[in-house]
């Protein structure tokens, strides 16, 4: 096992050097610069006028050498993974100067709160209907279960976040709070504020799972193993959660971890529609804004994470079934 983990933690390493390369050069096609993000924002705030963008045009190449911006693409790149190694920091932000660890370290609470939340809840809800669908098969039950799967699996989470906060505020004049409040000031107010998007999240991913969990629990009850265990006279409750349940974790475990690069993605936008000071949101407003530097440190961020969590995942199967083995 700790070869192993070793094997995994060093194939990490080039992995995320890899996509740190190809997002830093990738975001470099996009149209405009971090000073043409700047013009445009004086321009939304009315305190903008042809003097001063004059003033910006003509002192452009000493504010791109003030910024670092004026050197080729993989200088810029050398200077960025230069500090990770040799200072350990993300370097600063251009737009507003902060640390970017620091930033980072502050919005990651609220993104790990919504994805862990959308994970229980997608749980919660794909598990018993899919296993319940399985034992109940070709049944009201079985139809109805599927069909909001498929429902489920169909509706995009942004247009179902709007529409929670659109149709609720017209007909009850009720809208989700758009006031971001912390854990530790009052953690039931937290949780309200939470449970929205973390259930429209949670809810297109458990379409996928509760799919997949009648589909094995299916296949698992027509084991010989299993007629063995109903032969007996055992509990329902038993042969299932027990005995067919057990044998179908190991699938079930692999595909949630296929789905948190989704998680992540569909984080940025629940954010944003919600409001919440998370990484998705900061990531979203350093692409607006053209803060490289920014958008290149999030994408580490969130690439680790999900690489470690697959690793987790990888490990977990040793403790599911005790017959694989790592060496």
Do not use: C
């Amino acid at each position: 096992m700790r070869a192993y983990l070793i094997r995994r933690l060093l194939l990490i390493i080039p992995t995320l050097f890899i996509l740190t390369i190809l997002v830093f050069l990738s975001v470099r096609f996009l149209p405009g610069d971090i000073i043409d993000a700047l013009v445009r924002d004086l321009e939304y705030l009315g305190a903008f006028d042809f003097d001063q963008y004059q003033a910006i045009e003509d002192n452009r190449e000493a504010l791109e050498h003030f910024l670092g911006i004026d050197v080729p693409v993989y200088v810029q790149y050398g200077r960025w993974i230069g500090g990770i190694f040799l200072h350990g920091t993300l370097g600063t932000s251009l737009m507003g100067g902060l640390a970017i660890e620091e930033q980072i370290l502050m919005k990651l609470p609220v993104t790990i709160e919504l994805g862990v939340l959308a994970i229980v809840i997608g749980l919660l809800i794909a598990l018993p209907v899919g296993i319940y669908s399985a034992i109940r098969q070709d049944t009201a039950a079985d139809y109805a279960g599927r069909t909001v799967a498929v429902i489920g699996m169909s509706v995009p989470n942004f247009w179902l976040a709007l529409m929670v906060m659109i149709y609720p505020a017209i007909w009850w004049g009720w809208s989700p709070s758009m006031e971001y409040i912390p854990f530790v000031e009052d953690p039931l107010g937290n949780l309200r504020m939470f449970i929205i998007p973390s259930l429209i999240l949670g809810t297109g991913m458990s379409a996928g799972i509760m799919r997949l969990t009648r589909t094995l629990m299916l296949e698992v009850l027509r084991q010989d193993y299993i007629r063995t265990a109903w032969s007996k006279g055992l509990n329902e409750r038993i042969v299932v959660l027990r005995h067919a349940l057990k044998n179908t974790l190991i699938p079930l475990v692999t595909a949630v971890g296929g789905m948190l690069p989704m998680l992540v993605g569909g984080s940025v936008i629940i954010e944003n529609i919600f409001n919440l000071p998370g990484l998705g949101r900061l990531a979203l407003h350093a692409l607006e804004d053209r803060d490289y530097p920014v958008i290149s440190g999030v994408n580490l961020v969130f690439a680790t994470l999900v690489m470690l969590s697959i690793l987790m995942i990888d490990i977990s199967y040793a403790w599911l079934d005790p017959r694989v083995r790592y060496k």
